[in-house]
Structures are given as structure tokens and as C-alpha cells.
């Protein structure tokens, strides 16, 4: 095996001429995301091989211990160079990082976000890199944050519901005009506030140039030079939320984000507010939302809901300042082959000896687990 080392920020990598590199998953997850010319452009720079697993499989939880499992995933690793793991695979421990010496780069194709698979701090300790690749779903969550900011600032839920019902005349009437509420507006020369500038952040960014819109910005985990790149103003959650015509919530869900938009939150928003959250519903007092909806003077276009489903007697299912769907701003057919697409780009960078773009590191777990944001 011929390799040339390189340093990089003290960290000795590796160039592999032919690196093996293998895919642990179930096979509806390899039908669905790895479509063919993919698999012939990592195919291109590396030798690839699939294994079917078949562990359980949820969004936010760790895969269960299983024996055999492990002994096979242990089997399978042992040649590679570099594994990446989806739905089916068994967690990706210290044990199986031992007994496959030859990986150097582990990465989590596709879940809940930050490699609910791999044991980060495991791999860290042995120099292995883990990369993930489930922003992938940002592309289509940002296009429906913004899809979601429109319908919003015209309030067509509430046409649309009147539409449902039968109505046929839609003559303007002195209240449209005058309720906050329900006046229209176009997006271009707003002001809108972003809560979370991380993929989804700064992805939606780039959407809202060409409507020339001022945006305000809250993100403690963010360095501050993102207000120069993005030309935002950083600030507080109460001025993001106070400020702005259009308030939306990308925020993941952490015990530190958990209920941070209550009721004195909601209460800050301005008359004829937008407010979008294509983030969790847990980040936000449901009740308190509620409440300030009933008075009519904003509305709210939301995408997830606490709890989910959203329950068949919520007031939220009639209110017609509310636009709701069911929590898929992330779905479509896209998304699964795209993280692929990225993981492929990573694995190929890592093995040209280029810097990766998406490492998942002990601190950005810290941060998914609720510890503060670092001092300024």
C-alpha cells in the first residue's frame, strides 16, 4: 500500500491510493440512498463493498447491544480503511474500533443528527475521524422555512382553508386591512430573525438574498465572524424574536434549547408577527403559542408540533391564522441519495488527503447535550 503522510493541525493523515471503504446499513437504506452513479464515483477513488444489517432502527436512539451483530460488523471492518454507517448497522463502539485498526474515518450517513451510531469520543481517542453527513436533509428544510416565511406573510393557509370550506368570494374587507394578524406582505425588504445558524442557518441564507432582507440572528455555538460573512446582525434571542416581521426557529433540540421560546417569548413578538418553526416543537411553550394565536394579531406556520402528532382536538387544526403540515420539511426523494452524495464527497477529500468538512467532534456533542454556549 503506497501512502503519503501529511500534517494538519497536528493531526497525521493518511493517503490511500485504493482505500477500502464499506457500507453498514439495512437494505432499504442502500436501495433508497445509494444510487448507482454515486456508488461509481466512490467506486472511482476506492475499493467499495455493502453489508447488509439489520439492527432496530430509530431517529434518536442509540442502536441496542447485539452479539452477533457486532461480531459481524467486527468481521466486515477489520479490512477497511473507512466505514460508514445508516439505518440497520450496530453502534460503532470501542471494541469494534479495536479490532478494526485499519479504519481511520467512521461516518454516520444519515439520523437524528450528530452520529447517534458511532461513539464519538471513542473514535476521537483512537484518531479516528467521524464525519457526518445528515445535513443532508438541511437543502429541503431550508426551501420549506422559506416556502413557510411566504404563505405566512400572506396568510394563504387561511385562503385555503376558506377555499376547503366552499367560499367563492374573496372581496377585500376592511379587516384585512387592518388586522395585524392577517394583513399580506411580500418577503422582499423585510426584516426576518433566524434562531440557529447551522446548516439549515445559514443554507436558508443563501435563499433569502435575492428578496434583499435585513436579518437579525441568535446562535450562542456560532463565532461571531458568521454576522460578517453572511453580512446579519448577531444578537440576542429577545431582539431576534422582538425585532423582526418574520421570526424562525432552527434550533435543534437540546436540554438547553427545550422550552426556550415560553411564554414570555411569545409575548415579545411583535403585532402581525410570522412565526416559522421547521425545527422541534419542544423548543417552544405549545400552550403559550396557543394562546397568543387566539388573540389574532400573528401567524404561525408550523412544521412540527409538541407532541407530534399534533392532537386531533388541538385548537391549532382551526385556528386560520395557523398553516400546519406534518412535520416533513426534510422529506423527499432527494434527501436520501444527497447524503450519500456529501458522505462520498468526505470519504474522497479524507483519502485525498484534503480537509474534511463535516467532523463531528466531543465539543459538538457537549453542545447536543446542553452544555452552555462558550464565553464570547
Given amino acids: 500500500m503506497c501512502a503519503v503522510i501529511s500534517v494538519s493541525e497536528g493531526i497525521f493523515r493518511m493517503s490511500i491510493d485504493r482505500p477500502r471503504i464499506g457500507l453498514a446499513c439495512n437494505r432499504a437504506s442502500y436501495e433508497q440512498d445509494a444510487r448507482p452513479q454515486e ?37 466486515f471492518a477489520s479490512g477497511l480503511d473507512g466505514l460508514i454507517v445508516c439505518h440497520g448497522s450496530p453502534r460503532i463502539t470501542a471494541e469494534i474500533l479495536d479490532a478494526a485498526p485499519r479504519v481511520r474515518i467512521v461516518g454516520e450517513l444519515e439520523g437524528d443528527r450528530f452520529a447517534q451510531r458511532i461513539d464519538v469520543e471513542a473514535a476521537s481517542a483512537r484518531g479516528v475521524r467521524v464525519v457526518d453527513t445528515t445535513h ?25 382553508r376558506r377555499m376547503i370550506a366552499g367560499e367563492t368570494v374573496f372581496a377585500e374587507t376592511a379587516d384585512r386591512h387592518t388586522d395585524p394578524g392577517y394583513l399580506k406582505s411580500e418577503l422582499s425588504g423585510r426584516t426576518v ?90 423548543i417552544v411553550d405549545s400552550d403559550a403559542l396557543i394562546e397568543r394565536l387566539r388573540k389574532h394579531d400573528m401567524i404561525a406556520c408550523l412544521d412540527v408540533f409538541d407532541p407530534e402528532p399534533v392532537p386531533a382536538d388541538s385548537p391549532v387544526r382551526d385556528m386560520h391564522n395557523v398553516f400546519l403540515t406534518p412535520h416533513v420539511a426534510g422529506v423527499n426523494v432527494l434527501g436520501g441519495p444527497r447524503f450519500f452524495s456529501l458522505m462520498t464527497d468526505e470519504m474522497e477529500r479524507f483519502f485525498s488527503g484534503h480537509e474534511t468538512r463535516y467532523d463531528l467532534l466531543p465539543r459538538t456533542l457537549a453542545n447536543r447535550r446542553g452544555a452552555p454556549a462558550p464565553p464570547r
Fill in 136 to 160: 443532508g436533509s438541511s437543502f429541503g428544510v431550508s426551501e420549506w422555512a422559506l416556502a413557510m416565511t411566504m404563505i405566512g406573510l400572506r396568510n394563504a393557509g387561511s385562503l385555503f
Fill in 193 to 282: 430573525g433566524i434562531i440557529g445558524v447551522g446548516h439549515i442557518g445559514r443554507r436558508l441564507l443563501e435563499l433569502l438574498k435575492p428578496f434583499n432582507v435585513t436579518v437579525y440572528a441568535h446562535d450562542p455555538y456560532v463565532p461571531p465572524e458568521i454576522g460578517d460573512i453572511y453580512d446579519i446582525t448577531m444578537t440576542s434571542l429577545d431582539n431576534v424574536i422582538s425585532i423582526p416581521e418574520v421570526v424562525i426557529c432552527l434550533a435543534p433540540l437540546t436540554p438547553f434549547t427545550a422550552g426556550m421560546i415560553g411564554r414570555r417569548e411569545i409575548a415579545l413578538m411583535r403585532p402581525g408577527t410570522v412565526f416559522v418553526n421547521v425545527s422541534r416543537g419542544a
Fill in 39 to 75: 456508488v461509481e464515483r466512490l467506486q472511482a477513488f476506492s475499493d467499495f463493498h455493502y453489508e447488509e444489517f439489520d439492527e432496530p432502527s430509530e431517529w434518536d436512539e442509540v442502536p441496542p447491544h447485539n452479539a452477533a451483530s457486532d461480531a459481524k460488523l467486527i468481521e
